[in-house]
């Protein structure tokens, strides 16, 4: 390229390309296949989203028709799928498109309670009001205290961590344990619980932790299913079902764990205890 305007009729070209290179490519389909035309679908969801044949996160634009268009109604957690407005069925609907359309996904809060992200003073959660879910990481600051009373169900986002800098008492009875466990089951895991320099008075006891892996924030350190860093945490009764790594890694902490049982599905440390004086 020798000149700035020669640079700009270079990109004039990319630019037309770009342009024009969608309507090409339905065209070439349509004629390839023998398509007869294409609508305009409109996709409106709030509280979830739309997955068109397996793609998720639907978007609006020109489709095919005739085609069959298979549409899942994928709810936010806290939420529930109420039905369709501009189609006919269930969350998962299949229909073939003949006209332009606006099609909207209705959903609705669905009642159950939602833990706040940040945690700066005393939350206690109660039997009454679980199950409850998380939409992203719990951050439990220096100043705040969560208490989970026993038979309490926490359902975790994909991903998402408990993270204690305050204090977390979860206290679970034989008969009433807690249990903390993907919102999505078997299918997606959650991150972990860290205590990472916490306030005195952490306890975890009698307590199901299931479908974790490690947490988002330093998977090296934060690297079990409960992550006990500069913290003396006592455990007793804890239970750990399928860990895809370590079950629990404890560093510069007194390890102190009684009655627990733990359960990974790869290898690894089910206790790893570092930089620690007593165990």
């Given at each position: 390229?020798?000149?700035?305007?020669?640079?700009?009729?270079?990109?004039?070209?990319m630019e037309n390309f770009a342009?024009?290179?969608?309507?090409?490519?339905?065209?070439?389909?349509?004629?390839?296949?023998?398509?007869?035309?294409?609508?305009?679908?409109?996709?409106?969801?709030?509280?979830?989203?739309?997955?068109?044949?397996?793609?998720?996160?639907?978007?609006?634009?020109?489709?095919?028709?005739?085609?069959?268009?298979?549409?899942?109604?994928?709810?936010?957690?806290?939420?529930?799928?109420?039905?369709?407005?501009?189609?006919?069925?269930?969350?998962?609907?299949?229909?073939?498109?003949?006209?332009?359309?606006?099609?909207?996904?209705?959903?609705?809060?669905?009642?159950?309670?939602?833990?706040?992200?940040?945690?700066?003073?005393?939350?206690?959660?109660?039997?009454?009001?679980?199950?409850?879910?998380?939409?992203?990481?719990?951050?439990?600051?220096?100043?705040?205290?969560?208490?989970?009373?026993?038979?309490?169900?926490?359902?975790?986002?994909?991903?998402?961590?408990?993270?204690?800098?305050?204090?977390?008492?979860?206290?679970?009875?034989?008969?009433?344990?807690?249990?903390?466990?993907?919102?999505?089951?078997?299918?997606?895991?959650?991150?972990?619980?860290?205590?990472?320099k916490g306030q005195s008075g952490?306890?975890?006891?009698?307590?199901?932790?299931?479908?974790?892996?490690?947490?988002?924030?330093?998977?090296?350190?934060y690297k079990a299913n409960l992550?006990?860093?500069?913290?003396?945490?006592?455990?007793?009764?804890?239970?750990?079902?399928?860990?895809?790594?370590?079950?629990?890694?404890?560093?510069?902490?007194?390890?102190?764990?009684?009655?627990?049982?733990?359960?990974?599905?790869?290898?690894?440390?089910?206790?790893?205890?570092?930089?620690?004086?007593?165990?």
């Amino acid at each position: 390229i020798n000149s700035i305007d020669q640079w700009r009729s270079h990109l004039a070209i990319m630019e037309n390309f770009a342009k024009l290179r969608p309507g090409i490519i339905r065209q070439q389909l349509s004629d390839k296949f023998g398509l007869t035309g294409s609508v305009k679908l409109n996709f409106l969801s709030d509280g979830g989203s739309i997955t068109l044949n397996g793609v998720e996160n639907v978007q609006s634009g020109e489709y095919f028709k005739g085609i069959p268009i298979h549409l899942t109604a994928v709810p936010d957690i806290g939420y529930e799928f109420i039905g369709w407005d501009g189609l006919d069925g269930d969350i998962q609907v299949e229909f073939l498109a003949t006209e332009d359309k606006t099609i909207t996904a209705i959903f609705a809060r669905s009642g159950e309670s939602l833990i706040p992200p940040h945690i700066t003073e005393s939350l206690i959660l109660t039997k009454a009001n679980s199950p409850y879910l998380t939409s992203s990481d719990i951050i439990v600051e220096s100043t705040g205290v969560l208490k989970i009373s026993p038979g309490v169900e926490i359902r975790m986002a994909e991903g998402a961590s408990i993270y204690v800098y305050g204090v977390l008492q979860a206290g679970g009875d034989l008969t009433d344990p807690i249990t903390i466990r993907s919102y999505y089951g078997n299918q997606k895991r959650w991150g972990s619980i860290v205590f990472d320099k916490g306030q005195s008075g952490s306890i975890v006891q009698n307590t199901i932790i299931k479908n974790a892996s490690s947490a988002s924030l330093d998977p090296a350190l934060y690297k079990a299913n409960l992550n006990v860093i500069e913290t003396f945490v006592p455990i007793d009764g804890l239970t750990i079902k399928d860990a895809d790594y370590n079950p629990v890694y404890i560093k510069k902490s007194i390890a102190d764990i009684k009655n627990s049982t733990f359960y990974s599905i790869g290898v690894g440390d089910y206790i790893n205890v570092a930089e620690s004086d007593s165990a």
